[in-house]
């Protein structure tokens, strides 16, 4: 059974770059047809998709944070990580990665399972 | 780019039905997904493709779809069913592929 477990600063002062990690236990992140993504939610609001490193390496990101975002993985060490730069306090909120499952047919389709506990980072000096 | 519209909450009295609703446009010819999300949790998917239930979700769950309105459906409400409840497509045609609903609290009175 796949699990996912962010780690990294909860508190990172504006300006700054939030770098955080996730870890794979249960699978490996180069194998299978699946998007490793971030997905972050700020406090009392929805649910915001950041962007994706897939299992060939490929990465897409959410065009409201292209310029700012980074997404690498480590297949060694079943990792993926996300780098955010230049944080305001608008990006404060509880940061999540999760496994999309990519489905062809019948329909192109993506869905998120499992995800992360999810982690807390506030950006404040 | 796709855009999807929840109502921000739902009420319901235990052991009756709930019904949450997910409309966008064009979301008839994709996937529609469910995720519950109770209070300091992670989301857990618990419809995908519209109306497959995830394992371990209870019958009492049901996705539908009809036109552009996706609904997930909750029988026999109980207690433990009060979470933020949110869908989700994947939209290949556009540069924002994933797409969240604004997500629904449903409240068991």
């Given at each position: 059974q796949v699990q996912l477990q962010e780690s990294g600063p909860g508190l990172v002062k504006p300006s700054q770059t939030l770098s955080l990690t996730c870890t794979v236990s249960g699978g490996s992140i180069s194998s299978g047809d699946y998007y490793w993504s971030w997905i972050r939610q700020p406090p009392g609001k929805g649910l915001e998709w950041i962007g994706y490193i897939s299992y060939s390496g490929h990465t897409y990101y959410n065009p409201s944070l292209k310029s700012r975002v980074t997404i690498s993985g480590d297949t060694s060490r079943k990792q993926f990580s996300l780098k955010l730069s230049s944080?305001?306090?608008?990006?404060?909120a509880v940061y999540y990665c999760a496994r999309g499952l990519i489905v062809a047919v019948p329909a192109p389709m993506v869905w998120f399972d499992p995800w992360g506990q999810g982690t807390l980072v506030t950006v404040s000096s | 780019s796709n855009v999807l519209t929840q109502p921000p909450s739902v009420s319901v009295a235990p052991g009756k039905t709930a019904t949450i609703t997910c409309g966008g446009n064009n979301i008839g010819s994709k996937g529609v997904h469910w995720y519950q999300q109770r209070p300091g949790q992670a989301p857990v998917v618990?419809?995908?493709?519209?109306s497959d239930r995830s394992?371990?979700?209870?019958?009492r769950f049901a996705g539908s779809k009809s036109g552009n309105t996706a609904t997930l459906t909750i029988s026999r409400v109980e207690a433990g069913d009060e979470a933020d409840y949110h869908c989700q497509v994947w939209d290949?045609?556009?540069?924002?592929?994933v797409v969240f609903g604004g997500g629904t609290k449903l409240i068991v009175l």
């Open positions: 944080v305001t306090a608008a990006d404060t | 618990v419809i995908y493709y519209d394992s371990g979700i209870p019958e290949a045609s556009v540069d924002h592929p």
